[in-house]
């Protein structure tokens, strides 16, 4: 059975920080992995998918790196800012059907 | 279509009252997911369709969960005699048939179930 882990559970920075969060997970036989965004009360957005076969993905100011090997994903955010402040999830689609997520990194960004 | 739909955004149910709520995915997405979400914890999967064809359920969706999809469009996921337990956020995806691999997944905005 897939386990998703993220580390840390919460995060404070000071604006202007670049961070990274972490991803790890047991089963490495994957099809893809998807970092998402939650805002309090709302819904998932997607921010970046890496399928198995790639190392990451860029998008802005977030790059999001996959070692399928060591069952490890981290989500870089460079030169955080306020609007950043929200819950980070990780995903991994094991089987094409369904998602298994982490339990999230709540992110707060200082002004 | 600008993207999955639910409704309602917000549900309060006294206990042992019955529940529904509605999802509406991308119109060419074939594949809908439903899930739930507790506070402070990342979403479980609860079960998910292939057209109008349920295909797979997971073990939390007791027998007072019921979900339909009637004619491979829109879903509803129906929650009867309503417990504490239930309080969540239940949350829909849709995915293309072919492309949840390569395209992944988009939610809704999701339903927030109070149960008092």
């Known amino acids: 059975k897939q386990e998703v882990t993220q580390i840390p559970a919460a995060l404070s920075v000071p604006e202007g920080e670049n961070l990274v969060l972490n991803c790890s997970f047991t089963?490495?036989?994957?099809?893809?992995l998807q970092w998402f965004r939650q805002d309090p009360g709302k819904g998932l957005t997607s921010l970046l998918l890496i399928q198995s076969s790639q190392r990451e993905q860029t998008s802005g100011r977030l790059n999001a790196s996959l070692d399928k090997s060591s069952g490890r994903s981290t989500l870089y955010i460079a030169a955080s800012q306020p609007g950043d402040s929200a819950t980070y999830l990780c995903?991994?689609?094991?089987?094409?059907?369904?998602?298994?997520f982490g339990g999230g990194t709540r992110l707060m960004v200082k002004p | 279509d600008t993207g999955v739909s639910q409704d309602p955004r917000h549900k309060i149910t006294k206990r042992g009252q019955n529940v529904t709520f509605r999802c509406d995915p991308i119109?060419?997405?074939?594949?809908l997911y439903w899930y739930r979400q507790t506070l402070g914890q990342g979403p479980e999967f609860l079960t998910y369709?292939?057209?109008?064809?349920?295909?797979?359920k997971s073990r939390l969706l007791s027998d007072r969960f019921s979900a339909e999809r009637p004619k491979g469009s829109f879903s509803t996921l129906e929650i009867q005699r309503t417990e504490q337990g239930d309080s969540a956020m239940y949350l829909c995806a849709s995915s293309p048939l072919r492309g949840a691999a390569l395209y992944g997944y988009t939610f809704g905005s999701g339903t927030r179930l109070t149960v008092v």
């Open positions: 369709f292939q057209n109008e064809a349920q295909l797979e």
């Open positions: 089963d490495s036989a994957i099809y893809n």
């Open positions: 119109s060419e997405h074939n594949r």
């Open positions: 995903a991994v689609n094991n089987a094409g059907n369904m998602l298994t």
